[in-house]
């Protein structure tokens, strides 16, 4: 460092407090929906699967089961694509259910 | 056989030194714990569970005296007692190397808990040092601890890394597992700690650290010189020449038996005029 920085340097906020928030904000975030969030999914994916096939034929890869995550919520999105039907079966189009969980 | 016992039957404890983050002091602090204990008259054995990239010998200053290791006794090919060597300086420290060779995969469950339940005949306390990461070496180091010191710098890796580190001390231990006994009772050594820059605000504070963590402090090992060099010649810090580091190690190992000891910020003295005058500004 120069010995005339503090001159021209602005001073700059203090970079542990920033470790300190970023950390917390992370770790928050890994402990609480880290790695068993993650393992769930196929499984939810396939119990979905299982029940929809009970009343309408879908394809294994028509039911997507997507996390994500934010600052402070998380949300399950679940995408089924329904199979287009002929017209005398009324229209079947894709549902798109959500759901929210802090 | 019905001669009289022991005095005391040995108490068998093991702790388990680990951090997830490499380089953070983990073999220097099993050093320094294990033959801090020694000292204070315990029998104690420091094992290196480092497959492959061994180095507790040369911190322990006795490289040249592997003949046998861990890893020959697990397999079969050597006595525990043909691989354990003596410490020169203290006759209650033993240390058990690892192999070079090997990798970790030589490493089995059933082995290690073998060679534990053998040593815990004879040994106060075990000290497994454990490899950085969180894959099989480290995950059959702590598995069978009672206790474990978590070796953190205030820095944001290291501290994700011991946060990662103590969910498993709490998820994957036969402790955690068995569901009845106590959990892995963990604690945190927080190492190259530097007030001066806790100071300027440049590192986070023992404080914000144990906020992030959650679990109790074992000890504050001071940023020092005094680790390298004891390092170069193969003694343990706290067997070195007096430094505030060997002090804090001291303070620590005291807390692991049960001493309640004040928690001091042992840095290293101050700097000097210039860098007091100049070293601030940015």
């Not at chain 2, 022991?6 to 714990?33: F, H, M, N, Q, R």
């Not at chain 2, 074992?218 to 193969?234: D, M, T, W, Y």
């Not at chain 2, 007096?242 to 004040?262: I, M, Q």
Request: glycine share 8%.
């Amino acid at each position: 460092m120069s010995l005339f920085g503090f001159a021209f340097k602005p001073r700059r906020a203090k970079s542990a407090q920033t470790a300190k928030d970023r950390l917390q904000l992370l770790l928050a975030h890994e402990r609480a929906s880290g790695a068993p969030d993650i393992e769930f999914l196929p499984q939810l994916q396939a119990d979905l699967l299982a029940v929809i096939r009970k009343y309408v034929k879908v394809d294994d890869d028509d039911v997507e089961v997507k996390m994500q995550r934010e600052d402070d919520v998380s949300s399950l999105e679940i995408n089924v694509e329904m199979p287009a039907r002929a017209k005398d079966d009324a229209k079947a189009e894709s549902g798109t259910g959500s759901a929210k969980k802090a | 056989m019905t001669t009289q016992m022991k005095e005391e039957a040995p108490l068998g404890k093991i702790i388990v030194i680990t951090s997830g983050k490499g380089g953070v002091g983990k073999t220097t602090s099993a050093a320094a714990i294990s033959a801090g204990l020694a000292k204070l008259g315990h029998k104690t054995v420091v094992i290196d569970f480092d497959v492959g990239l061994r180095n507790l010998d040369m911190i322990m200053g006795c490289e040249r005296r592997v003949v046998f290791d861990f890893i020959n006794v697990i397999q079969g090919d050597a006595k525990l007692k043909q691989a354990l060597i003596k410490d020169k300086r203290l006759d209650t420290l033993s240390i058990l190397p690892t192999s070079q060779t090997r990798d970790k995969d030589a490493l089995t469950q059933e082995g290690v808990e073998a060679v534990l339940d053998e040593l815990k005949q004879e040994f106060d306390y075990i000290i497994c040092d454990s490899p950085a990461g969180i894959e099989r070496g480290a995950q059959l180091a702590m598995y069978f601890a009672d206790e474990a010191v978590v070796v953190t710098n205030p820095e944001v890796s290291s501290v994700r890394d011991s946060d990662r580190v103590l969910g498993l001390l709490a998820s994957k231990t036969r402790r955690a597992e068995s569901g009845s006994s106590e959990p892995v009772k963990a604690q945190v050594l927080l190492t190259r700690h530097d007030q001066g820059r806790i100071d300027r605000g440049e590192m986070m504070t023992v404080e914000d650290v144990l906020e992030i963590l959650a679990v109790p402090l074992l000890g504050i090992i001071p940023e020092s010189q005094a680790v390298l060099r004891a390092s170069n010649v193969g003694t343990p810090v706290i067997l070195d020449d007096p430094s505030n580091a060997s002090r804090a190690y001291g303070d620590a190992v005291a807390r692991l038996t049960g001493e309640d000891v004040e928690m001091r910020v042992g840095d290293e003295p101050k700097p000097g005029l210039f860098q007091r005058l100049f070293g601030r500004s940015a």
